[in-house]
C-alpha cells in the first residue's frame, strides 16, 4: 500500500530509469540490440527491484501509466543509438490489454520519430493465456505498425508451443532456466537444438537468456541459437553510463 503510494509519484520525481542490457548476434559476436529494463532509485527504499515494484503496479492498474513512460524512455533514448540497434521493451499483462497499447506505441514512435522496425515487445504467457480474439487482434496492430514481438521466457509456461501455432511471432527468449544446466546435461543440450531448429524451421528467432559463461556461449552456437544475453556480454547498464557508439560496427 505504501509501496503503491510511492510508486504514483516515482515518474514525476523522476525515480525511474531505463537500464539496458545487450543482446549479441551469435554469429557476428556483434551487439545487435538491447533490452530495456526498468530501475527504481527511491530517497529512502534505494533500488527498488521490478519483482517488487512491478506486481504492486500491476494491481494497482499504474503499469499502464510506467510501461507508457517505458516505452516513451526506450524510444526517446535509441533514436539517439546507432540504426542497427535495436531495442526490446517488456510489456506486462495488464498493459497489453489496456485499450491504449496501441496508441502508447504510435506516440512513442512518432515523438521520438524512431522507425518501428528498431522496436520489439516482449511479451510473456500472461498474455496469451486468454487466447481471444481482442489478443490476437492487438499482437497484429502491433505487427502492422512494424513492430516485432518476441515471446519472454519461452519454455516455462503451460503450453508454449500452441502460443507458437497461434501468432507468427518474430522471436522467442529461451528462459535462462534452460540455459543454466546446459554444460552439465545432454538432455539440456538436445532440447536447445530440438528448439533452435524448430525454430529456424518457422521463421523465428531465438535468444538464449542468461548466458553467463563460455562453455554454455559454445554449446548455444553449435546449436544454432540466433542471439545470445547474459552477464557474459554484458549487465543491464543505466542509460547515463551506456556508450552505444562503442558497438558500432566498424
Ligand atoms: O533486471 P531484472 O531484475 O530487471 O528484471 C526482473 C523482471 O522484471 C523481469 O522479468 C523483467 O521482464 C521485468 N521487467 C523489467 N523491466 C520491466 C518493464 O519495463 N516492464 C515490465 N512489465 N516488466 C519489466
Ligand atoms: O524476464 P526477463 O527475461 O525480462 O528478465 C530478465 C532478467 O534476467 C533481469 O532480471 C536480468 O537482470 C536478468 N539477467 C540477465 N542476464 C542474466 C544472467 O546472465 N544471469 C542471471 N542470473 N540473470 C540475468
Ligand atoms: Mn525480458
Ligand atoms: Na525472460
Known sequence: ???ELDLRS?????????????????????????????R????QRGWVPPSEFIPVAEASGQICDIGAWVLRQACQEARNWPDHLWVAVNVSPVQFKHRDLIQDL?????????????LELEITEGVLLHNTESTLATLESIHSLGVSISMDDFGTGYSSLSYLRMFKFDKIKIDQSFISDLHQTQDARAMIGAITSMCENLGIKTTAEGVETRAQQDILIQQKCSLLQGYLFGRPVLSSELDVYRFAKQ
Open 40 to 43: 527504481w532509485h527511491h530517497p
Open 106 to 118: 504510435n506516440t512513442a514512435l512518432l515523438d521520438a520519430s524512431m522507425s518501428a522496425n528498431r
Open 10 to 38: 516515482a515518474i514525476e520525481k523522476g525515480q525511474m530509469q531505463l537500464a539496458y542490457q545487450p543482446v549479441i548476434n551469435s554469429e557476428t559476436l556483434e551487439i545487435a540490440g538491447f533490452e530495456a529494463l526498468l
Open 1 to 3: 500500500r505504501e509501496l
